[in-house]
DNA sequence: CCAAAAGTGTTACATATACACCCATGC
DNA sequence: GCATGGGTGTATATGTAACACTTTTGG
C-alpha cells in the first residue's frame, strides 16, 4: 500500500503571528503584500507546508525568511480550518507565533518583503482570518508569558528592571506598581546583575541585569509558576 | 487563477482524545483497532478531513461517529505534523479533546468501533504519536480546568460535592480537603441546589446540585478565574 | 533647585492552608 | 454503638496590593 486511499489531500499553509517590543509598545510584523492574492493589503508572514518538510521545521523557515532570525522562541498556536478561510483554494493554516528581540533582525529581509513593525494598537485590518490569529496569540501570549517567563524573548541581552516592567505594562495592558514589580522579579532569582548601568536612560541610573539561563530553563521545565497573579489578567 | 500554483497537497487527519469519568478515575475512550494499517494496536479515534468541511466540523463528526453524542465540550489541542508521524503516508494530524459525560454515550457505536474506557493510569502504548497528544492533552485539561470550570462536562447533570472534588483530585492526581474545596466551589456560586439528595452513597447524605448556566457562562467568557490556586499544578 | 527616574521599606488585606467538631445513616 | 461519609467553622501563613521616602542625574 503506497497511501491511503480515501480522502482528499489539501493545501497546509502556516502563517507566522512575529511579535516585537521597543520599549514603549507591543509590536507585530506585518506584511503589506507585493504578490498576489490580495495584493497591497496587510497580511501576516505565511508559507506553505513543503511535502518532505516537518510542520515546526517550515514554521522556522518562514520566520527565517522574514527576519533572518533562527532559534527563536516559536510556539504552534492553533490550526484555523473553515472551509472557505482562503477564497483562492481551500487551505488550512498552522498558526504559529514567535518572540523576537526587534533590534535583532535583517532589514534587507524585512525590506524584501515590504515587511514593517506595527504597533499591535494601530493594527490595520488584515486579509482572511488573519486579525483572528493575532487575536488569539496575543491571548495565548498573555496566558503564556504569566506561568513562564518568556517576555525576556522579546528584550536584548541586557535590560532594566524598569524596561522589563514596561514590557509586561504592555502585554496585558496595566500599569504595575513599581516597587512591587521590582521585589517579585528579583525573588524569582531570574535576573544577574552586570554591574553595568544604563545609559541611554534619562538619569543613567538603571542596573543593567542580564538572564540567569538555568533559573530560566527550570521556570520553562515548569517546576514552579511565574507570576500567577497574572492569570486573571489573561482572560480579559 | 483556480488555485496556487505551488506546493503540494497533503493529507490531514484528525484524532481525538476522549475524556470521561467514572466517580472514581479519568477515563480515556480507546480504539482497539480492527481495520488497518496497525491492526491490533491501540489508537484514538480518528477520521480524515473532508475537502469541503470545515475543520471543526469534522471533528465534531468523529466524535459523534464513535459516541453518538453531539454538543459536548470539544477543543483544538494542537496539530501534530513530523513527516514521518504516520509511515503510510504524509499525513498531518490536527488532535481534538473532548470531554463527555461517561453515561450518554451510545454503547452500540462503541462496540461497533472496538472502543472501551480505560484508565488513564492504565493506558496502553499507542500507534504512531498518540501517546504525544495524550500527554498534551492533558496538560491541556489541567491547565483550562484551573482557570475555567469546564470540568462540570464530565459530570452527569445532577451531582454531589464530593463527586466534584473526587473528579479534580483525579485529574490533578492529588489529594484535596473537604471543607476548603467545599467552600471554594460554593464562593463561585456555580452550583445550584436541587433539593435532592444521593440516595446511591452510602450515607445517603450528599445533597445534589445542577450547574448554574448563567454563572457557567459567565466564567468561560473569562471575567473571572476558576480556582487559580491550580494553575501551579499544571505546570507538573 | 527642581523634575524625573530608579532603588528600598512597611503595612494592610485577601486568599490559601491546616486543622476540629458535629450530624445523619446503615449495619 | 460505631464506622463512614458529609456538612460547617476558625486560626495561621503566605502572598498580593497599597502606599512613602531617599538618591542620583540633567537641566
Redo the contacts with the bound molecule.
Keep these: 500500500m503506497t497511501g491511503y486511499q480515501h480522502s482528499s489531500r489539501i493545501l497546509v499553509a502556516l502563517d507566522c503571528i512575529i511579535f516585537g517590543f521597543d520599549g514603549e509598545a507591543l509590536k507585530l510584523l506585518l506584511i503589506k503584500r507585493n504578490f498576489d492574492p490580495e495584493f497591497g493589503k496587510w497580511s501576516l508572514m505565511g508559507g506553505f507546508l513543503n511535502a518532505d518538510e516537518d510542520l515546526h521545521d517550515a514554521a522556522t523557515r518562514i520566520l527565517f525568511t522574514l527576519t533572518g532570525l533562527q532559534n527563536n522562541y516559536l510556539e504552534q498556536l492553533q490550526t484555523f480550518g473553515a472551509v472557505k478561510r482562503d477564497p483562492v483554494e481551500r487551505t488550512i493554516s498552522v498558526v504559529y507565533y514567535s518572540l523576537v528581540n526587534i533590534d535583532d533582525q535583517d532589514p534587507l529581509a524585512l525590506k524584501t518583503h515590504n515587511a514593517s513593525w506595527i504597533d499591535l494598537s494601530n493594527k490595520p485590518r488584515l486579509i482572511f482570518d488573519h486579525d483572528q490569529m493575532v487575536e488569539a496569540a496575543l491571548r495565548q501570549l498573555r496566558y503564556k508569558a504569566a506561568l513562564y517567563p518568556i517576555g525576556f524573548e522579546l528584550l536584548p541581552e541586557k535590560f532594566?528592571?524598569?524596561q522589563l516592567q514596561k514590557l509586561y505594562e504592555a502585554i496585558y495592558n496595566v500599569k504595575l506598581?513599581?516597587?512591587?514589580f521590582?521585589r517579585?522579579i528579583m525573588a524569582t532569582e531570574l535576573l544577574m546583575g552586570t554591574g553595568e548601568k544604563?545609559l541611554t536612560?534619562?538619569?543613567?541610573?538603571?542596573?543593567l541585569f542580564k538572564l540567569n539561563k538555568e533559573k530560566y530553563q527550570d521556570y520553562l521545565n515548569g517546576y514552579q509558576s511565574f507570576l500567577?497573579?497574572f492569570t486573571e489578567l489573561s482572560l480579559s
Tied chains: 1, 2.
Design positions: 532594566t528592571v524598569p506598581d513599581r516597587r512591587n521590582s517579585k544604563d536612560s534619562v538619569t543613567k541610573k538603571g542596573q500567577p497573579e
